[in-house]
């Protein structure tokens, strides 16, 4: 019962701190909104006991578990449905499990469209993407990599080049499709003409800052161990 009376006391202010957040401005609302997800994540950040107990996992039970979280989130997004949005940024980012876009962004209402491939590589497929959403109305363009990319790792490794050669050729040749990219007509014309901005930057993966230029490596991270395979970043 003392339970009960706890639960119904927390959901109580819970309820008189979001009627709170009403009532101030719309800024205030978005970084308090910003605060309660940065909150949620730092609950879930450090389980690592929540999946360690479980190592000799099945993949079917993995799956289990995943599509079980997923029928969880799912009902709660169907009785909260999410408002539509419509991007003014697109980003090109790795794949890297580290990086959250919604962090990086420090928003989670969705104005961004999202490209994601292994070593930020920009194929012709996600240049088409890319350009569909200029036309689409996107004024900004975030071309990415980040730090200690596996990708970016196995291009620099003799042996594993053999193993991954189209992976490692994409990563190789990115360059030359990010200025392949910009000289398609409709991206220079919008460029020229002032109504499309193209950034390349570095995410440091450690803080989610985007910057200009690849941050050093910390000074005390260990080397890969010989032979171990690189996480799939
Ligand atoms: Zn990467």
């Known amino acids: 019962m003392k339970r009960v009376l706890i639960i119904a006391a927390g959901l109580a202010g819970l309820a008189l701190l979001l009627l709170g957040v009403m009532t101030v401005s719309p ?8 605060a309660l997800v940065n909150a949620g994540f730092r609950l879930q950040d450090p389980l690592h006991n929540f999946d360690l107990e479980k190592p000799q996992l099945t993949p079917q039970e993995v799956w289990a578990e995943f599509k079980q979280q997923n029928d969880l989130s ?61 036309l689409n109305g996107v004024k900004v363009l975030v071309l990415t990599r980040h730090t200690d990319c596996a990708a970016e790792q196995v291009a620099a490794d003799p042996e594993k080049r053999e193993q991954f050669p189209r992976l490692s050729a994409a990563v190789n040749e990115r360059a030359a499709r990010v200025a392949e990219f910009l000289k398609r007509p409709l991206i220079a014309e919008r460029i020229a003409k002032g109504e499309l901005l193209v950034e390349q930057l570095f ?9 200009a230029e690849e941050p050093p490596p910390p000074p005390t991270a260990a080397p890969t161990a010989a032979g171990q395979a690189p996480t799939p970043h």
């Open 203 to 211: 995410i440091d993966t450690r803080s989610d800052h985007l910057v």
């Open 27 to 34: 800024r205030t609302q978005f970084v308090m909104g910003g």
């Open 74 to 134: 799912a009902k709660v997004r169907e009785q909260f449905p999410r408002s539509t949005e419509h991007p003014l940024v697109a980003l090109l980012v790795c794949m890297d499990a580290r990086i959250d876009t919604s962090e990086l962004a420090g928003d989670t209402r969705r104005y961004y469209y999202v490209v994601r491939t292994a070593g930020s590589v920009l194929g012709p497929e996600e240049q088409e993407m890319l350009e569909l959403a200029v």
